[in-house]
């Protein structure tokens, strides 16, 4: 599975949009772009995944490149419970296991 | 709720002493994944089932620990002899596998502490 880079931390106001990059430059063309949310003290929270097609949901959108080398998360107007770790992982979408990184600290401050 | 639960929630045992973990995932969710978590990192992948065959386990699964789904539905995963570095957040996934295209969906997890 490809591996992938984001920002150890980002800040943003209340109500205002939360963009989160992810670069994948190595990702297979049968890999899908998932997206989890991680709460403090909680478990993982799927929150979106994509292949090249920019899509939306109640949570959030992914926009996907067209070379699909990265992708950015935009939650539209963030809320102080959006403040988790935001994680980006490639992944075929079949069998084994997610590979997490790091991911990146948002923190919504009012 | 019909989300993945996990049982207990924390745990503190102390060194040497075996527990046991309980997983019991979304209904009719055929696969089902077992994760830890380590402070400061993200998850990291110990085991899966599909249906009640165990398909794969990472070099992190010592002979310590053992997973079962006896009947492909609940799971439980078990720590023998347990030492500080078992001291985690274990996470159990669940996902309906069909094809292509699956979403794993998380337990809140167990905390274990190991004194």
């Known amino acids: 599975d490809a591996k992938t880079t984001q920002p150890t931390s980002m800040d943003c106001a209340e109500g205002r949009a939360a963009n989160l990059p992810c670069n994948h430059s190595?990702?297979?063309?049968?890999?899908?772009v998932y997206w989890y949310r991680q709460i403090h003290s909680q478990g993982p929270q799927y929150i979106i995944h994509?292949?090249?097609n920019n899509e939306t949901n109640e949570m959030a959108s992914l926009i996907i490149t067209e070379d699909r080398k990265s992708s950015t998360l935009i939650l539209p107007h963030a809320t102080l419970r959006d403040t988790a770790v935001y994680y980006c992982i490639v992944w075929r979408g079949s069998q084994g296991n997610l590979i997490f990184g790091k991911g990146t600290k948002l923190s919504v401050k009012p | 709720d019909t989300g993945v639960s996990q049982n207990p929630r924390h745990k503190i045992t102390k060194r040497g002493q075996n527990v046991t973990f309980r997983c019991d995932p979304i209904?009719?969710?055929?696969?089902l994944y077992w994760y830890r978590q380590t402070l400061g990192q993200g998850p990291e992948f110990l085991t899966y089932?599909?249906?009640?065959?165990?398909?794969?386990k990472s070099r992190l699964l010592s002979d310590r620990f053992s997973a079962e789904r006896p009947k492909g539905s609940f799971s439980t995963l078990e720590i023998q002899r347990t030492e500080q570095g078992d001291s985690a957040m274990y996470l159990c996934?669940?996902?309906f596998g069909q094809g292509a295209r699956e979403t794993q969906y998380f337990g809140p997890g167990t905390r274990l502490l190991v004194l």
């Open positions: 190595t990702i297979s063309g049968n890999e899908y």
């Open positions: 996934a669940s996902s």
């Open positions: 209904s009719e969710h055929n696969r």
């Open positions: 994509g292949l090249k």
């Open positions: 089932f599909q249906n009640e065959a165990q398909l794969e």
